[in-house]
């Protein structure tokens, strides 16, 4: 039974940078595709970053791109997001899950499960 734990979320500056981990307990991530997600208070679910099982292959939602690195190391068991010049627009609690079926639908939220605490984001001054 595949359990996801984020961390690493606080609190940085406008233009400061967060790495985000994801980690994996009960199961390997190797099997599966996983998706970052972040909800920002009175707003809905949005799926930003999304890496394939092996790791080659990768999607960005337009507001991160650019700014947000995915990356995962299966020995490790572990999925990260490298987020740069983070705005405060960014300000939100940040999820991991993984998809069931590798299709990177993002939009889907109902594609996604074994979904983590979060942990929460803020920038600020």
């Known amino acids: 039974h595949l359990q996801l734990v984020e961390s690493g979320g606080g609190l940085v500056q406008p233009g400061g940078s967060l790495r985000l981990s994801c980690a994996a307990s009960?199961?390997?991530?190797?099997?599966?595709?996983i998706g970052w997600f972040r909800q920002a208070p009175g707003k809905e679910r949005e799926g930003i970053s999304w890496?394939?099982?092996?790791?080659?292959?990768?999607l960005y939602a337009d507001s991160v791109k650019g700014r947000f690195t995915i990356s995962r190391n299966n020995a490790e068991n572990e999925v990260s997001l490298q987020m740069d010049s983070l705005k405060p627009e960014d300000t939100a609690v940040y999820y991991c899950a993984r998809d069931r079926y590798e299709a990177a639908r993002l939009y889907n939220l109902g594609d996604f499960g074994s979904w983590g605490q979060g942990t929460q984001v803020t920038v600020s001054p």
């Open positions: 890496i394939s099982s092996s790791g080659g292959s990768t």
């Open positions: 009960g199961s390997t991530l190797d099997h599966y595709a």
